[in-house]
């Protein structure tokens, strides 16, 4: 109502809109046009908003691997809609890219697309320390990546937030003899935050089972916590 801006005060619900009343002069006849009107714009304007910070996943995923992703990866991570977590089985070939399709699929959903179904803790267990070392390269590369890509993707201000908390605090590695820097070793001081733990079996599993192999007893409460709520397992090649 051009004359009138009170007459948008109000468009938390259907009811409200229906109660609406101009305070003065309204060239609106009636209030039943008005509310169908301003739900409309709004519906519209929400539509509009949200394509704009919601990237869609190729892109995505070429940004963080530089290749296309194969047909399975997509359906993994749900596509450009995404999709709820659910256990799975993943049986492809070597070499067709199973760390990243479950990696990014995490990434797509829980970081970039906020989606509170998908865990908030990547925990990715294998079974040789070389094979930890390599997956912790390839998703150092991956979140960084991405990262760079926020303004072509485009990315909201809150998924470049969570991007760049993981790119100074992830991946933590979780591995006999191997020390994590002072802004990972305090993953378990931050619960709230997203985090992708890499290791090998006996250290994930000895601190899912509250007796951490390499950390002190005063912690194994705290990894036993994190490690067996709101967290993904991925065990891969075990």
């Known amino acids: 109502c ?61 940004g963080a691997t530089g290749k296309a992703p194969y047909d399975y990866q997509a359906r993994l991570a749900g596509g450009d809609d995404g999709v709820r977590c659910e256990s799975q089985l ?3 070939p070597t070499g067709l890219g199973k760390t990243a399709a479950v990696v990014l699929a995490w990434l797509w959903n829980r970081v970039v697309r906020g989606d509170d179904s998908w865990p908030r803790r990547l925990v990715y267990c294998l079974p040789m320390r070389a094979l930890v070392e390599q997956t912790r390269d390839e998703v150092t590369k991956w979140i960084a990546n991405v990262l760079k890509s926020a303004d072509s993707l485009p990315l909201s201000t809150e998924a470049r937030e969570r991007l760049e908390w993981l790119v100074a605090h992830s991946p933590i590695i979780l591995m006999g003899g191997e020390e994590n820097d002072p802004a990972r070793r305090v993953w378990d001081i931050h619960p709230e935050r997203p985090a992708i733990l890499i290791g090998t079996q006996d250290m994930l599993l000895s601190r899912a089972l509250n007796r951490g192999y390499g950390v002190g007893r005063a912690r194994w409460p705290m990894h036993f916590g994190l490690l067996n709520n709101d967290a993904l397992w991925v065990l891969d090649d075990t």
């Open 2 to 62: 051009p004359s009138n801006p009170s007459c948008f005060c109000a468009i938390d619900s259907v009811a409200s809109l229906a109660s609406i009343r101009p305070a003065g002069p309204c060239p609106v006849a009636t209030p039943q046009p008005l509310s169908v009107s301003i739900l409309i714009a709004t519906s519209i304007f929400t539509a509009a908003v949200a394509e704009v910070f919601m990237p869609s996943f190729k892109p995505f995923f070429e």
């Open 90 to 92: 993943i049986s492809i």
